[in-house]
T-cell receptor, first 112, second 112 residues
Framework: QKEVEQDPGPLSVPEGAIVSLNCTYSNSAFQYFMWYRQYSRKGPELLMYTYSSGNKEDGRFTAQVDKSSKYISLFIRDSQPSDSATYLCAMRRGSTLGRLYFGRGTQLTVWP | DGGITQSPKYLFRKEGQNVTLSCEQNLNHDAMYWYRQDPGQGLRLIYYSQIVNDFQKGDIAEGYSVSREKKESFPLTVTSAQKNPTAFYLC???????????FGPGTRLTVL
């Protein structure tokens, strides 16, 4: 079993839809949870960062972490064609110098 | 401008040849990482280094080698022992001061 599981999609939604992206994980030592966005043939860029359980909101994006269920989510409200990208969940145990564990990424297309 | 540079953007090599991918950062980050990305596979860790002159194997180190002689540089050599080297290679760096890993633009390696 991989440490981080993420449905690769693809996911296709109309503009304005609410998008829900999810990851599950098996290692209870993970404490820091991230969502990266990657446009085609580019390097990933950090979208959301959360520590431990709870919610974090930034504009149209909301990240949720449920450590008891080992489940994290990213919600995108009022989705735009510019949100079309691959979304990668990532997590790590402690030190910021430590390695990240990534999901496979979910490919999202938002059509006008 | 601070950031991570990877060169070249596209690289072609014949089968059986070693090739070295460059990664340089001017962010004064202590840790550097190399990932490989294949379609639908997410990011897989090849090697990482938390300090100069030291590095650790990631999940798929076989057929690759690295060096970390300077803080700002972490070159990756893809050797002829790597059975399937055609992929998108991403370099990243991080520091204790910041929560995220910053990624470079990537190098797409094609072995003919």
């Amino acid at each position: 079993q991989k440490e981080v599981e993420q449905d690769p999609g693809p996911l296709s939604v109309p503009e304005g839809a609410i998008v829900s992206l999810n990851c599950t994980y098996s290692n209870s030592a993970f404490q820091y949870f991230m969502w990266y966005r990657q446009y085609s043939r580019k390097g990933p860029e950090l979208l959301m960062y959360t520590y431990s359980s709870g919610n974090k909101e930034d504009g149209r994006f909301t990240a949720q972490v449920d450590k008891s269920s080992k489940y994290i989510s990213l919600f995108i409200r009022d989705s735009q064609p510019s949100d079309s990208a691959t979304y990668l969940c990532a997590m790590r145990r402690g030190s910021t110098l430590g390695r990240l564990y990534f999901g496979r990424g979910t490919q999202l297309t938002v059509w006008p | 401008d601070g950031g991570i540079t990877q060169s070249p953007k596209y690289l072609f090599r014949k089968e059986g040849q070693n090739v070295t991918l460059s990664c340089e950062q001017n962010l004064n980050h202590d840790a550097m990482y190399w990932y490989r990305q294949d379609p639908g596979q997410g990011l897989r860790l090849i090697y990482y280094s938390q300090i100069v002159n030291d590095f650790q194997k990631g999940d798929i180190a076989e057929g690759y080698s690295v060096s970390r002689e300077k803080k700002e540089s972490f070159p990756l050599t893809v050797t002829s022992a790597q059975k399937n080297p055609t992929a998108f290679y991403l370099c990243a760096s991080s520091s204790e001061r910041e929560s995220e890993q910053f990624f470079g633009p990537g190098t797409r390696l094609t072995v003919l």
